[in-house]
């Protein structure tokens, strides 16, 4: 076997070398037809370069030996059941690949993706061709693509079609889409993906074209056209917000404007947020938005700022954002800023922020001794929320600590909610499970009972 394999390779080192003469620009004839077609000129006589007859007799052999050379090949790796190719033989067969396809059409595709066994080989093999191919003529690459039967790889292959041609020509791309007859959720996902590489790449473009669009891709397109203009030119982008009808929309393209500009110049961003009468009815979530981007970079300004917004009616005040955002990344950096915080609800949402990290640490005791320092009528709803974040996280820690609640309904709770957590988790013992449930009340033992049941099914 190994004298015959590599007499095989050796025929297909020989007969390759004639391939590659005429396989030098891969597509070359297309590409000639092409010249053609453009200038009205026949492109140069082979033999006008100098070739000589048995050079092109030589050649034509070739392209007739191609497809037998091919179902050698095959056979050779079928027979030793190597399928190792290195990259020197994976250049010769991208040449007979090229050379059938050239010779019988794109319809050879499939009789070289059903004869490569190894999908390895064949990814390697048909990508590379399509590679090719879409640069000439990238609504065949990507038909081919779509008429490979092996449904991993033909997903693959197409979506790296489609990627390259929108690189060029997405609107081409989305016509070609619309007279293609695709799955429904891989169309989706191709036409969100060609609109995304518009957008990235000329979005000014786009939103000019959008009206010859499907009427299902206006709102898609126009608010990625718009985020990928605030990422150059965030005050470009927040003049055209007011062209997005629905609420929720420009909400979407608001916030990522307002985080642009936040990069590029805090105060500009922070006062167009401030006054824009195109924000009249989104200003404060996307002043939320802006306020805790600050706080990774600037939290005096991000909670000063925060405090000069005015309180209406039950709201919670701005800082309490701020805080949380602090809260999440650095508790100790919250402790300060606590003391300012204005009174009633907002000091009770920037507590719970702070005491809910305290507690996901496992600093339970200053979490509780923080809710000690709240409004007796608020400590309640705190107490209850601290310690429902901290059993679900920490149910061994509930083991060790439950005594130490106040109260017997908090000792209930966080029981309760250790266990529901702990049914996915499994990090505690039964022993510790049952320690919990002495806790629990009738009500709460048949609840877990039914999660219990429950999880069964889904195991």
């Known amino acids: 076997m190994p004298s015959q394999f590599s007499g095989s390779r050796l025929l297909l080192t020989h007969l390759i070398c004639g391939i590659a003469l005429i396989a030098g620009s891969s597509f070359g004839d297309e590409r000639s037809n092409e010249v053609e077609n453009a200038t009205g000129q026949q492109p ?76 390895d080989v064949r990814f390697g093999v048909l990508g590379r061709l ?40 997405p609107k081409s791309v989305l016509n070609h889409l619309a007279t293609t007859d695709l799955d429904i959720d891989l169309l989706g996902q191709l036409r969100e993906t060609v609109i995304r590489k518009w957008a990235s790449r000329s979005p000014n473009t786009l939103l000019g074209e959008i009206d010859q669009l499907p009427e299902e891709l206006h709102v898609f397109s126009q608010q990625l056209a718009l985020q990928s203009i605030a990422d150059r030119a965030p005050k470009s ?26 990069r590029q110049d805090v105060a500009e961003a922070i006062n167009w947020v401030q006054i824009s009468p195109d924000l009249e009815e989104l200003r404060r979530e996307v002043l939320v938005e802006v306020l805790q981007d600050l706080a990774e970079t600037n939290p005096t300004l991000a909670f000063d700022t925060a405090l000069q917004h005015p309180i209406h009616g039950s709201e919670v005040g701005l800082e309490a954002s701020v805080i949380a955002r602090l809260a999440h990344n650095d508790v100790d950096a919250t402790k300060e800023l606590l003391q300012m915080v204005r009174l ?35 400590q309640p709803i705190y107490s209850a929320t601290v310690v429902a974040s901290w059993s679900i996280s920490n149910p061994n820690s509930v083991v060790e600590e439950i ?57």
Do not use: C
């Open 44 to 119: 140069e006589e082979v033999g006008q370069s100098g070739e000589s007859s048995d050079e092109r007799s030589q050649q034509n052999d070739a392209i007739q030996d191609a497809s037998a050379l091919w179902n050698e090949f095959i056979d050779q790796y079928t027979d030793s059941g190597e399928w190792s190719i290195d990259d020197e033989e994976m250049d010769l067969l991208h040449h007979i690949v090229v050379t059938r396809v050239r010779d019988e059409g794109i319809l050879a595709l499939q009789d070289i993706s059903e004869s490569l066994i190894d999908d």
């Open 130 to 169: 399509l590679e090719e191919l879409v640069q000439s003529d990238p609504r065949l690459a990507f038909d081919a693509a779509i008429g490979l039967q092996h449904q991993d790889m033909e997903r693959t292959l197409v979506w790296d079609v489609t990627i390259n041609w929108a690189t060029s020509d």
């Open 403 to 459: 005594d130490q609640l106040p109260t017997d309904d908090l000792k209930a709770q966080a029981a309760f909610m250790a266990l529901s957590g702990d049914k996915q988790h499994k990090k505690l013992t039964k022993d510790q499970v049952q320690k919990l449930k002495t806790y629990m009340s009738e009500e709460m033992l048949q609840a877990i009972e039914q999660v219990e049941q429950m999880m069964l099914i889904f195991e």
């Open 344 to 378: 009633g609800a907002t000091q009770v949402a920037a507590s719970t922020s702070v005491g809910v990290a305290l507690a996901r640490s496992g600093d339970f005791d200053q979490a509780l001794a923080l809710g000690r320092q709240l409004p007796e009528s608020s």
């Open 237 to 262: 982008a927040a003049s055209q917000l007011s062209s997005i009808q629905a609420v929720e929309d420009r909400l979407v393209v608001a916030k990522s404007i307002a985080r642009s500009w936040l």
